[in-house]
T-cell receptor, first 113, second 111 residues
């Protein structure tokens, strides 16, 4: 089955700098890669996703890149702000079988003022 | 989260007792999932449902059972709770192949 590895587990950046979180996946059939943000005491919320037919997707300060050959994808947050502090999860899903997402271990991002 | 409610939000129970967690949705979504969240492990799938009375196991299903008798409700039961089942449990729903909506979670402590 699919296995997703996420790095780093913790990340601390200065406000205004950029943050990058990386994930690798094992199943070459995976074709959908969402990113979730989880604030303290809340459930994860979808912030951006990418499908395997594109290499990059942007939404304001957030972007995701996908390298299918290397089987890795990354989340990029530019001009970080204090409200970006949260735990971020990547996930992957293959079309085969039921539509189950497999999640990475999570990255705790802290933005220092 | 709009459209999905988990109950209870917090529960403390004793080892060996049965526990049932409830997930209720008002979105009429086909798919429902139960995940557990533990430090260092991210979110791991326990069970999921792809329709009324249609359920299947996830990667960490041992010790858990589920039922879905109505589209809107997905119940997770710990038949005999153990300390290793202390965790935060999240329910999620989806209609299409893309995008889950998560509930706010249930923090379960087994003592």
């Amino acid at each position: 089955g699919e296995n997703v590895e996420q790095h780093p587990s913790t990340l601390s950046v200065q406000e205004g700098d950029s943050a990058v979180i990386k994930c690798t996946y094992s199943d070459s059939a995976s074709n959908y890669f969402p990113w979730y943000k989880q604030e303290l005491g809340k459930g994860p919320q979808l912030i951006i996703d990418i499908r395997s037919n594109v290499g990059e997707k942007k939404d304001q300060r957030i972007a995701v890149t996908l390298n299918k050959t290397a089987k890795h994808f990354s989340l990029h947050i530019t001009e970080t702000q204090p409200e970006d502090s949260a735990v971020y999860f990547c996930a992957a899903r293959a079309i085969q079988g039921a539509q189950k997402l497999v999640f990475g271990q999570g990255t705790r991002l802290t933005i220092n003022p | 989260d709009a459209g999905i409610t988990q109950s209870p939000r917090h529960k403390v129970t004793e080892t060996g007792t049965p526990v049932t967690l409830r997930c209720h949705q008002t979105e009429n979504h086909r798919y429902m999932y139960w995940y557990r969240q533990d430090p260092g492990h991210g979110l791991r799938l326990i069970h999921y449902s792809y329709g009324v009375k249609d359920t299947d196991k996830g990667e960490v299903s041992d010790g858990y059972s589920v039922s879905r008798s109505k589209t809107e409700d997905f119940l997770l039961t710990l038949e005999s709770a153990t300390s290793s089942q202390t965790s935060v449990y999240f329910c999620a729903i989806s209609e299409s192949l893309y995008g889950y909506t998560f509930g706010s979670g249930t923090r379960l402590t087994v003592v």
